[in-house]
C-alpha cells in the first residue's frame, strides 16, 4: 500500500494551467485587505471569500460560503468528490486573514502585491504572501485545472478557507467545528500551512519540514490590585511594583528543556543526513552545533512565557489602584500542566491571571501513507528533497480541527532560496514568496492530492 503511494506520486503528471495561474490568483488575493486586529473590527474576510466562491464557481464546482462567528467573518467550503468514496476524507484548509501592517515600514506596500527581485529572484511581496495566501492560491489553482480537465483525486478533498485563524480561529476554524460539523463528514486527515518549506542545510542538502506538532497557547492577562494614593507618599502596597516585580520574575525564568518525539525526530534525521554529532541530551551543545537553524529548534525545546504588554495609571503623581500586564505563553505538548504552575509561582500572592486566547499543544507520528505522498511529490519535484518532521513554536487553525479526532500536518510546499531568512517573514516587513517556488509549490501539491 505504501509502495504504491509513493510510485504514483512520483509518477503524476502536473497540470500545467495550474501553475500558469497561480501567481495571478497569490497576488489577487494579497490586494484584499484581510487584516486581522484581533478584536473584532477591521474589514474582515468578505471581499476575499467572494473572490474565491467565484473563482470556483467559474469552473463549474458549487462551493459554499459561510458567515462565521462575527461580522465580516466568512469563510468558504467545497468538497471534490474522489474515487474512491469510502476512504477517510483530507481537508486542505488555509486562512484568509492576515496580521496588520505599517506602510511606512514596507519596501513596497502591503496590499499591492507586486513583483520585484530580491537579490536577483523575482517575488510577489505583500502581507499574506506566505502567511498564507499562496498556499490558497496554491489549492484554488489546482483545484480549478482539475475540474477543467476532469481529473479526479484518489478520496475526497475538502477545502476550506477560513477566517480570524490570525486571532486564534474562535470566530472561524473553532466555530465551524462547534457550528458546522457536517462539513467534516468522514475527515481523518488535514493538512494547512507553515510546512513542507525547504531549508537549505549545507551545499546541495535540502530539508523539506513537515510540521507534526505545535505549542498550545495560552495568552494572559496579569493584574495586581493595591493602593491607590498619591504618588508623593510613601505606600508599600504599590500595585504597579507589585505587577513589575512578578513580570521580571516571569521574564528571567528559565523553563527546563523537555525533547519531544518530534524534535527528537528533526534531530536524529539532521544527523544522519549531516554526520553532525546532534545529542538530544545535551541540547546546550547541540544548538551550538546548528547555526541557523538553532532559533527555529530553540523556540521548541521548553515552555515559554515572554510579556508582551504593560498598563498601568492615568497620571504621574497618582499611584493606581491597579496594574496590568499581558503575557504570550507557549507549552509543549504534554506539559501544559508544568508551565502554569511555574507561572503561578513565579507570579506570586497578589496577582491573578485570566485566558485572553487559550488553546491546545498538538503531536502526531511522522508515518503512514500520507507522510509518504507528501515526501514522494517533494522528491519527484526535488530529487534532492528531504522530508522531516518539526515541531511549530506558533499556532495554526490545525487546533481546532484535532478537537474532532483529525490528524494533522502542516503542509505548504515550497523551494526557498538559501539566502531567504525565511521564519523571519511570519508577521514580519516585506513579507514575500518566490515566484519560482510558488510554482514549484503547486506542483508538489497537485502531486500530493491526487494520490494521498
Given amino acids: 500500500m505504501a509502495g504504491m503511494t509513493v510510485t504514483s506520486a512520483a509518477t503524476i ?8 495561474e497561480v501567481v495571478e490568483l497569490c497576488r489577487d488575493l494579497i490586494r484584499f485587505d484581510t487584516t486581522n486586529f484581533g478584536d473584532g473590527e477591521g474589514p474582515g474576510t468578505s471581499e476575499a471569500a467572494e473572490y474565491a466562491m467565484a473563482t470556483l464557481q467559474e469552473v463549474g464546482l458549487e462551493p459554499e460560503r459561510i458567515v462565521c462567528g462575527g461580522p465580516r467573518q466568512e469563510a468558504v467550503v467545497v468538497r471534490i468528490p474522489g474515487r474512491d468514496r469510502d476512504r477517510g476524507a483530507l481537508l486542505l484548509h488555509g486562512h484568509l486573514d492576515v496580521v496588520p501592517a505599517q506602510a511606512s515600514d514596507w519596501t513596497l506596500p502591503p496590499f499591492a502585491a507586486e513583483v520585484a527581485e530580491d537579490d536577483g529572484v523575482p517575488m510577489i511581496w505583500g502581507r499574506g504572501a506566505i502567511d498564507m495566501k499562496h498556499l490558497v492560491a496554491m489549492a484554488l489553482a489546482n483545484v480549478r485545472a482539475w475540474t477543467r480537465a476532469g481529473v479526479q483525486p484518489e478520496r475526497d478533498i475538502v477545502l476550506l478557507l477560513l477566517p480570524d485563524e490570525e486571532a486564534g480561529g474562535w470566530l472561524g476554524s473553532h466555530w465551524l467545528v462547534k457550528h458546522r460539523k457536517d462539513l467534516f463528514d468522514g475527515v481523518t486527515e488535514a493538512v494547512g500551512e507553515v510546512g513542507g518549506f525547504s531549508l537549505t542545510v549545507q551545499d546541495d542538502l535540502r530539508l523539506y519540514v513537515i510540521q507534526t506538532a505545535e505549542k498550545g497557547i495560552g495568552w494572559l492577562r496579569l493584574t495586581a490590585a493595591g493602593t491607590a494614593g498619591h504618588g508623593s507618599m510613601l505606600n508599600d502596597d504599590n500595585a504597579v511594583s507589585r505587577l513589575c516585580a512578578a513580570v521580571a520574575r516571569v521574564g528571567a525564568h528559565e523553563f527546563p528543556v523537555h525533547v519531544t518525539p518530534t524534535v527528537r525526530s528533526f534531530l536524529s534525521a539532521l544527523a544522519e543526513l549531516t554526520g553532525i554529532d546532534l545529542d538530544p541530551d545535551d541540547m546546550p551543545t547541540t544548538l551550538a552545533r546548528l547555526g541557523p537553524l538553532a532559533r527555529m529548534v530553540g523556540a521548541t525545546l521548553a515552555n515559554t512565557a515572554a510579556p508582551t504588554m504593560l498598563d498601568a495609571g492615568y497620571k504621574v503623581n497618582v499611584i493606581p489602584g491597579t496594574a496590568q ?124 492530492l491526487r494520490v494521498c
Fill in 325 to 448: 500586564a499581558h503575557l504570550d505563553t507557549r507549552f509543549l505538548p504534554g506539559y501544559e500542566d508544568e508551565l502554569f504552575s511555574t507561572l503561578d509561582q513565579l507570579l506570586g500572592p497578589g496577582i491573578t491571571r485570566e485566558f485572553v486566547n487559550h488553546d491546545i499543544a498538538l503531536e502526531t507520528t511522522f508515518d503512514g501513507p500520507s507522510v509518504e505522498a507528501m515526501a514522494a511529490a517533494l522528491r519527484a519535484e526535488d530529487p534532492g528533497a528531504h522530508a522531516v518532521p518539526y515541531m511549530l513554536s506558533g499556532g495554526t487553525d490545525a487546533k481546532a480541527f484535532s478537537t474532532l479526532g483529525i490528524r494533522c500536518f502542516g503542509f505548504a510546499p515550497l523551494r526557498l532560496p538559501p539566502t531567504l531568512a525565511f521564519s523571519g517573514l511570519f508577521h514580519g516587513i516585506d513579507e514575500r514568496v518566490p515566484i519560482d517556488g510558488l510554482r514549484f509549490g503547486t506542483r508538489v501539491l497537485d502531486r500530493f
Fill in 13 to 20: 503528471e502536473p497540470l500545467p494551467a495550474a501553475e500558469n
